[in-house]
């Protein structure tokens, strides 16, 4: 659908690109690299959306997560899931008290970790499915029940959650509800020869320079609605839903390595998000409506958790990543 933007709605675009600008300057004083996993980090939070995380450890993901978080003006809370954490350590809990005026014993509910703006969930699958699933209402509907109570959490709200690729003992697989939460799957590789050199001068010669903050949460708020009106043409809409549509092996007309290859392909919350992402990426750089690049750009951290491969592709050694740049290259040329 087409719409024509204010000169006022130019002027936010115009903003929001310096922004980004100011805001990679800042996490650069302590992050060195990791430029495409800041600029996925600040699309899913323009877009209200959450992010899942695949790394080996010591690779930066908190450290990175809680400077953007300051350079953001955001309270940040970070949950360290293990096997025994219970669904009321991320909501809280109710602890019964004494009410001083009365002398009556009432029960007050304590706000847990969940009620901050950026949530770091590290090593979300260590935790049994019970307390997996005490983030799902929070991360869909931005509110917590807790007994006969609901909570509204203040936006903006923004889970990243983290995991480990290499240690799958005492994990437990997210289900694919949860998966389907995450705009984005990320996965964080190892830097390179000459930013290791540079990581290991910084990091034991000096201490950390401060954060400045760039932007606060009622700017965030105000951008996450704004990036709903900017246009799309109709040839980037086609392509994005085409791009979802044909990772589905039961589709009429999908090519032959997709039947070959997919068991599952993404719903519908992948043709949403890749046009999502698509706007706010073109937003935070400065243009007016997304275009084809950008939607290439968000394409593998969106689909590779909504594409579900079957055993003919493992034993071809296929990733989903693979499988998704052939589905671009398909989608391109029909």
């Known amino acids: 659908m087409e719409n024509i933007l ?25 992050i060195i690299g990791q430029d495409k996993v800041i600029e996925y980090f600040l699309i899913s939070l ?15 993901k908190t450290l990175l997560i809680s400077t953007i978080a300051q350079a953001l003006d955001l309270k940040f809370s970070r949950i360290q899931f293990t096997p025994d954490l219970m669904p009321s350590d991320i909501t809280g809990t109710d602890i019964l008290t004494e009410d001083r005026t009365t002398g009556k014993r009432i029960f007050q509910f304590v706000k847990g970790p969940i009620f901050a703006n950026i949530i770091l969930a590290d090593e979300i699958n260590r935790t049994p499915p019970k307390t997996q699933s005490a983030l799902l209402q929070a991360m869909q509907e931005r509110e917590v029940t807790a ?14 959650a983290t995991q480990n690729p290499i240690e799958q003992e005492g994990t437990y697989p997210l289900p694919e509800a949860q998966l389907d939460r995450f705009i984005f799957h990320i996965d964080i590789d190892y830097p390179s020869y000459e930013e290791e050199k540079q990581i290991a001068e910084f990091t034991t010669s000096q201490e950390f320079p401060k954060i400045n903050k760039v932007i606060d949460g009622e700017e965030i708020n105000k951008l996450q609605k ?7 043409s109709e040839h980037i809409l086609k392509f994005a839903v085409d791009l979802a549509r044909i990772s589905r092996p039961d589709e009429s007309d999908v090519p032959d390595f997709v039947k070959k290859l997919v068991n599952w392909g993404s719903g519908p919350r992948a ?38 491969l079957n055993f003919a592709a493992e034993a071809e050694g296929i990733k989903s990543k693979d499988l998704i740049d052939k589905l671009i290259n398909y989608v391109k040329k029909k």
């Open 6 to 30: 204010s000169d006022s709605d130019v002027q936010t675009i115009e903003n929001l690109s310096k922004s980004r600008e100011t805001i990679i300057k800042e996490i650069h004083k302590v």
């Open 46 to 60: 323009f877009a209200n959306g959450h992010c899942l995380l695949v790394g080996v450890p010591g690779l930066a």
């Open 271 to 308: 043709s949403q998000y890749l046009i999502l992402a698509s706007k706010t990426r073109a937003a935070l750089y400065g243009r007016y409506t997304p275009t084809i690049e950008d939607i290439e750009f968000v394409a593998t951290p969106i689909l590779q958790h909504r594409i579900l």
């Open 226 to 232: 704004f990036i709903f009106k900017i246009p799309v």
């Open 147 to 160: 007994g006969n109570n609901t909570f509204p959490l203040t936006p903006p709200f923004f889970v990243l």
